[in-house]
């Protein structure tokens, strides 16, 4: 007895008899969707970097701004 079941109307997708899940067997759309999948990672990934890029700079621009009041007390 096999595992899956096919779905009328479509090549690619199967039920699984013990869940009941329905499972996409084509290999180019998982692939599309893993390259989709990398993409968001990355770019999440650049907005982190980005953002402590942002608060690397904010910092020193504070110790800047504290430096001149300092210059300009004296």
Not at 14 to 31: A, F, H, K, L, P
Not at 50 to 67: A, F, H, R, V
């Amino acid at each position: 007895m096999s595992k899956h079941i096919r779905i009328e109307g479509s090549e690619t997708l199967v039920r699984e008899r013990y869940s009941g899940g329905i499972i996409n067997t084509s290999s180019s759309e998982y692939q599309t969707y893993m390259s989709v999948q990398k993409g968001k990672q990355a770019q999440k990934a650049q907005i982190q970097n980005m953002c402590s890029e942002i608060n690397t700079l904010k910092n020193e621009m504070s110790d800047i701004k504290s430096m001149l009041i300092k210059i300009l007390e004296k």
